[in-house]
């Protein structure tokens, strides 16, 4: 291996970029009230200015390039543990993506609809336009990440490239976030009630600590890896 590829490959430099990647994934935290006039059933009759939802549209867009950065970041180390698994993780994050990119253009369409003046003959078509954002966005984040969770928890508990304890951590959330999901879907809890929130703290807990985690220490250096990594260097 030549010096450029092992730098562009160095465990530590995977690490960096990944932790920052994750830590970035947690920006779009301010849309839970960024959005609260788009769900105005007549928001489109308004007027003023639409600066908070573009904001929220652009933190959206930061996470799902970021979520897709994250995973690819770890691919290149996490292939050899497992290579399906590994790349099962960036084909889930490619899809966790796509589902905020699809719920920012019904938000985009919603501010075009306000911005266009038409008027109560599209209150209803707003109003869809919403809830299938509502709903698109329940699926994106509320039941892919713990798709996203369940391999990346796997991997690193295998491979030990970070303590065991916070691969539990995120492994244990999974079924959490899972049930936390169904019973939204089910209209069993309602989508911001506390409880709906807090069936997804341990997944949060699990990749805000894991993006501290990688940005502070790395990985564990005597993880197979890593020790694999600096044989073949």
């Known amino acids: 291996m030549t010096t450029n590829e092992t730098i562009a490959t160095s465990p530590r430099k995977i690490a960096l970029t990944a932790g920052i990647f994750y830590l970035l994934t947690f920006v779009s935290i301010p849309t839970l009230s960024l959005y609260n006039s788009v769900h105005d059933p007549n928001y489109i009759l308004g007027s003023g200015p639409d600066t908070n939802v573009f904001i929220g549209v652009i933190l959206e867009l930061i996470v799902a390039l970021t979520g897709i950065g994250s995973a690819v970041a770890l691919y290149p180390l996490l292939k050899k543990q497992s290579g399906s698994v590994a790349l099962g993780l960036v084909g889930a994050r ?3 993506a796509g589902t905020i990119f699809a719920g920012t253009a019904f938000l985009l369409s919603i501010v075009t609809l306000r911005q266009s003046g038409v008027g109560i003959d ?6 869809a336009l919403v809830t299938l954002y509502d709903r698109i966005f329940s699926v994106g984040q509320g039941l ?5 969770d369940l391999l990346l928890g796997y991997l690193l508990y295998k491979s030990r490239l970070v303590p065991r304890t916070l691969s539990i951590i995120g492994l244990v959330g999974v079924p959490i976030l899972v049930i936390g999901f169904i019973s939204v879907l ?4 309602g989508r911001f009630d506390p409880l709906a929130v807090l069936t997804a703290v341990p997944v949060a807990l699990f990749e805000f600590s894991l993006g501290i985690w ?3 220490k790395g990985f564990n250096p005597s993880a197979p890896l890593i020790l694999s990594a600096k044989t073949n260097s």
């Open 186 to 189: 089910l209209g069993l809890i």
């Open 122 to 127: 599209a209150l209803i078509t707003g109003r």
């Open 214 to 216: 990688l940005v502070a």
């Open 144 to 148: 892919i990440p713990a798709v996203d």
């Open 94 to 96: 490619v899809l966790e």
